[in-house]
């Protein structure tokens, strides 16, 4: 690789670094073996994370940003411990969002999927596929994804269908898949298929409520005797009970009244029969828990096919289940009579509007509810009783849930193992048949007879009747069926002698969204345990979501959306900024207020390491690159203490990122990882280098140069897991002695010399820091110029600091005129200085012939002038009425202003007694 460290750094140089990555096959855990950089024998010493397969259709946007980013991290920090890493990449084939997206292109030129026919859809979907892949996959390449690509997987691949093909006869041949029919999430918009539950989602929306009035049977009124819409359909009725409904035009499929024995007025009409207005039909009123007695009038008209509570109410009371709706929400006319075909919102208005004409609508009032809507296509979702493929999910929920209470599988952060298992206890039979096309086809096959045959193999004849006139089930299954073999079908499963099966699974870390927890975790978790046995990961880690700098969820139609987009974001800033970004604001399950301003001070943070490795790099000179030939390493007898310190606090800084990362902690430990380089390395170590560097005085130049580049070595691999691209350039520019390995991303991370921390040095030089602080304070305080070395006095007291050993570095850091630098016990404060008093130290700085005294007492009297008059004029307005009538954070305002003025007052009523 190309190394060229001219000018500042710009991200155009990430894809030349990528690009040496994949030539050196660096990704790949076989090139770690064939390295010798792992021991293949050492199972504790593998490491396997599996991309969450993102939509094959979709592009890159924040959500991908911060997985790939937290992932890569994990991936690139175990690589140079040493372990062989394998970080598994892939996509989803994503069946209704890929349809949905290829439906929509074919409709632009004219073609209509159901007039191209399955076949060809799926060639067309395919032909899709094929050209959009590749895009997902190169904008993950530009994050600095660290995966095998030699390994990719998407779930419609031959290997990963022969995998859920497996899946599927296993579980139905233990009974745990079955078909039935049931009530489920239907989708009439551009699905129009069965969802999940997950995938159907709650919405607050304003609506109605419509109360009506249902005749009752008695001995006066048998039923109508006239036409529905002749405005006398009810005509003689004497007796009526009333419902309230949010859904009128389901009443054409009710075949119940429910109410409560208990309740003032409907409970005496328990066991009596009603007329369901329209249809004329005869219908039961019974009383049921479900309902709630506060609800609208306390009976509830019951249309067990078209929703959940009704539809248990139906099943426990053996009530007919009538399918008013087909499959585009449109009334069946066998049910329908005059409102046959129309869609569900027309039919509703014309049996308002009818049930007004028959004096049976006896108000309508607003009414806020909640309605579930399409994640993919946001139609409102119908509730429909309908024959579909189910996944038995209590047992394998059971099963998951003890996996995460035994510990073998923890989830971060705690809460959220608290919600997977109230999830877990609560779970309903998983709904894995879609009426789709794209996606796996439901291996079962039916005969003339209606048996079913499901086996490895197509099957020829059926395996109950030998008839061999089959035709396979329509449906597809639910995409998560497929994503929830994931951790094992793309290491090889179901040949559990594959080698990568062998080596990686179970394997380490998934990190996903908290917000696909149960659509996918627990999947994977169930599906895992029932078919290999063990658990699929031992970590389950879960980030937020990323929003914007106002907690508000990132969408396409905010403004200024483009400042969001990574794309444009790696563009400008580089794709190390972006993941810095990221990572240094990840804490499990906890959302990230993503405030644009972050990217510059990482891109500061970034130009830091790259012109401070610069600093150190200008400073080696011919032969500097064999330093540890002459013999002139690390050798401790000739280490100063600033050296000493410099030391003792890397040591200390890898064990504590160390420890950070091994818990998950990424915000603390980029924070640390940024605090000591800039913080300690940069502003303190180095300037206190350059004395030695520069002056002749100083004979020794190895020492510092070695700690410099020894320092810098161990920064640069522990910053590469969040900043891989420029890392590895500054690195690769390193001398070759300091380097182990071809390359930064196949080094090892720092080891931790304990014999190099030194506990009381660090205190020691806290307290030199904190002086040379207080100087330079002092100094900007009484408007000392920088170009002016100014006299100190020292009294240590009773510490330990070595001042005089650290004069040269003192003096050049607070300018200091090293001539008039003292260090004594019991030192007699001379007249017009600053005074510093701090862990015991007492320091003071002589200002006369400093500074222009006489002006610089008018400009303090003057200050002191203008602070009393602020003074005044708050005391004056809290002695008013203002106090009384104002608003009370007002009041406190004001407080809290006139107390930190009178602080000021103080501290400038102190400096001009310094100054008399």
């Not at 108000?363 to 809507?373: G, L």
């Not at 030391?647 to 818990?663: A, V």
């Not at 305080?781 to 330990?800: A, C, R, T, W, Y």
């Amino acid at each position: 690789m190309k190394i060229d460290l001219d000018g500042p750094y710009t991200p155009d140089r990430e894809n030349e670094v990528y690009q040496f990555w994949e030539e050196g096959g660096y990704f790949n855990p076989d090139t770690q073996v064939s390295l010798g950089l792992v021991d293949h024998g050492d199972v504790e010493g593998r490491f396997c994370l599996t991309l969450p397969p993102p939509n094959v259709t979709g592009a890159l946007h924040l959500g991908h940003a911060i997985t790939i980013a937290i992932e890569d991290f994990m991936a690139r920090y175990n690589r140079l411990l040493g372990k062989e890493t394998l970080f598994l990449p892939g996509s989803d084939h994503a069946g209704i969002a890929t349809q949905n997206v290829v439906e929509r292109e074919l409709l632009k030129k004219g073609i209509k999927r159901k007039e191209l026919g399955r076949k060809k859809f799926i060639e067309k979907v395919w032909e899709w596929k094929h050209e959009y892949h590749a895009r997902i996959t190169e904008q993950s390449k530009r994050l600095g994804m660290s995966s095998d690509w030699s390994r990719e997987r998407f779930t419609l691949d031959d290997q990963l269908s022969d995998a859920v093909r497996q899946a599927f006869v296993s579980l139905y041949k233990k009974g745990l898949i079955y078909r039935g029919t049931y009530m489920v999430n239907w989708c009439p918009g551009r699905c129009e298929s069965a969802i999940s539950d997950l995938e159907a989602i709650p919405r607050e929306q304003q609506g109605n409520l419509w109360y009506i009035k249902y005749p009752l049977i008695n001995e006066d009124w048998k039923g109508p005797e006239n036409e529905w819409g002749s405005g006398r359909w009810a005509e003689g009725a004497t007796e009526f009970i009333e419902v309230a409904t949010t859904r009128p035009e389901t009443l054409l499929g009710d075949t119940g009244i429910a109410t409560t024995e208990n309740h003032e007025i409907y409970g005496k009409l328990v066991g009596r029969e009603a007329i369901l207005p329209v249809l004329g039909r005869q219908i039961p009123i019974f009383s049921d828990p479900h309902v709630d007695p506060e609800f609208g009038t306390g009976a509830v008209k019951v249309t067990p096919a078209h929703d959940p509570n009704d539809y248990e109410m139906g099943r426990d009371h053996d009530l007919e289940f009538i399918n008013v709706l087909d499959e585009n929400a449109r009334m069946v006319p066998e049910y329908a009579g005059k409102y046959a075909n129309m869609d569900r919102y027309e039919c509703r208005e014309a049996i308002v509007n009818d049930l007004d004409e028959e004096g049976l609508l006896i108000k309508i009032e607003p009414h806020v509810h909640s309605v579930a809507r399409c994640q993919r296509c946001d139609t409102i979702v119908e509730p429909r009783v309908s024959m579909q493929w189910f996944v038995k999910a209590k047992p394998l929920a059971a099963a998951a849930m003890e996996k995460v209470r035994a510990g073998i599988t923890t989830i971060l952060p705690d809460r959220e193992e608290k919600r997977f298992f109230h999830w877990m206890e609560n779970i309903r039979d998983w709904c894995i048949s879609r009426q789709l096309w794209w996606g796996h086809r439901i291996p079962v096959w039916y005969c003339e007879e209606g048996h079913q045959t499901c086996e490895l193999d197509d099957p020829i004849t059926c395996a109950i009747c030998g008839n061999g006139k089959l035709k396979q089930d329509e449906d597809v299954l639910d995409t998560w069926f497929s994503s929830g073999l994931w951790p094992f079908s793309t290491l090889g499963w179901p040949d559990e002698t594959a080698s990568d099966f062998n080596r990686f699974y179970p394997t380490n870390v998934r990190e996903t969204g908290y917000d696909i927890l149960f659509f996918w975790v627990a999947r994977e978790m169930m599906l895992g345990i029932e078919l290999t046995g063990h658990a699929p990961y031992e970590i389950v880690y879960m980030h937020g979501i990323v929003r914007n700098e106002k907690g508000k969820k990132i969408s396409k139609s905010m403004e200024n959306i483009e400042q969001y987009d990574p794309l444009n974001i790696i563009t400008k800033y580089g794709a190390d900024v972006l993941r810095y970004t990221l990572v240094s604001n990840a804490v499990p399950g906890r959302d990230i207020n993503l405030d644009p301003r972050q990217f510059e001070a990482a891109k500061r943070l970034c130009n830091k390491i790259w012109n401070s490795t610069k600093f150190v790099l200008s400073q080696l000179g011919e032969g500097d690159d064999q330093l540890p030939r002459k013999g002139e390493g690390l050798a401790k007898e000739r280490l100063l203490q600033v050296d000493r310190w410099i030391l003792s606090r890397l040591n200390r800084i890898i064990k504590e990122i160390t420890s950070y990362i091994e818990k998950f902690d990424f915000l603390n430990a980029t924070r640390e990882m940024k605090n000591f380089f800039w913080g300690e390395f940069c502003d303190w170590y180095i300037e206190a280098t350059k004395i030695r560097l520069y002056d002749e005085v100083y004979g020794d130049k190895t020492t510092p140069k070695v700690v410099l580049l020894h320092v810098i070595n161990a920064c640069l691999t522990m910053f590469h897991p969040v900043m891989p691209y420029l890392t590895e350039i500054l690195w690769q520019s390193l001398p070759g002695f300091i380097k182990k390995a071809p390359a930064l991303i196949i080094a090892n991370w720092p080891d931790v010399d304990e014999s190099m921390i030194d506990e009381n040095l660090e205190e020691n030089f806290t307290i030199i820091m904190d002086l040379i602080r207080e100087i330079r304070r002092l100094r900007k305080k009484f408007n000392v110029p920088l170009s002016k070395e100014i006299p100190l006095m020292l009294d240590p007291g009773q510490l330990e600091p070595d001042f005089e050993a650290l004069k040269d570095e003192i003096c050049t850091l607070a300018k200091i005129n090293p001539a008039e630098f003292q260090v004594k016990k019991t030192i007699e404060p001379p007249k017009r200085s600053g005074r510093i008093v701090m862990h015991g130290v007492s320091a003071y700085l002589p200002l006369e012939g400093l500074i222009d005294l006489d002006a610089e007492r008018e400009r303090i009297s003057k200050q002191i002038d203008k602070i009393r008059g602020y003074i005044e004029k708050s005391t004056r307005k809290l002695d008013s009425p203002f106090s009384e009538k104002a608003d009370p954070e007002i009041v406190q305002k004001e407080r809290e202003k006139l107390a930190s003025n009178q602080e000021k007052l103080k501290q400038l009523e102190e400096e001009l007694e310094i100054l008399k």
